[in-house]
């Protein structure tokens, strides 16, 4: 009884090791997103301000780049989303653990938040 509840403790490492290298590198691809919308705000910017006929019309394609990149954005927050709820789904259903009483038989005890 005591291994089910060190691979409970094991598995629960897993799972929290796991999530947090999926947050980092979602938020890795985030930010170098960000970073690439940063440089292409600014080269619109510069190409607004030149009304240089020729830098108007290339504003058009980095515009269309900066909207796709705002929609890769999105979509990396919503797997983020997605995986950090099925993460919270595992992990509440691994604290449902066996918990010895004091007549040394092994019961269930369920954590819910707030309790």
Known sequence: MEDDLFSGIAND???????VKTFQKSF????NILD???LLINEINQNHESKIPDNLTRNVGLIRELNNN???V???YADLSSSFTKSMEA???GESAGVT???GRVGQKR????N
């Open 91 to 93: 992990s509440s259903e």
């Open 74 to 76: 999105v979509d990396l």
């Open 28 to 31: 890795g691809q985030v930010q």
């Open 13 to 19: 490492e897993q799972i929290e090791s796991k999530v």
């Open 70 to 72: 705002i929609r890769r």
């Open 101 to 103: 009483k004091s007549d």
């Open 111 to 114: 954590f819910r938040p707030g």
């Open 36 to 38: 690439q919308n940063r």
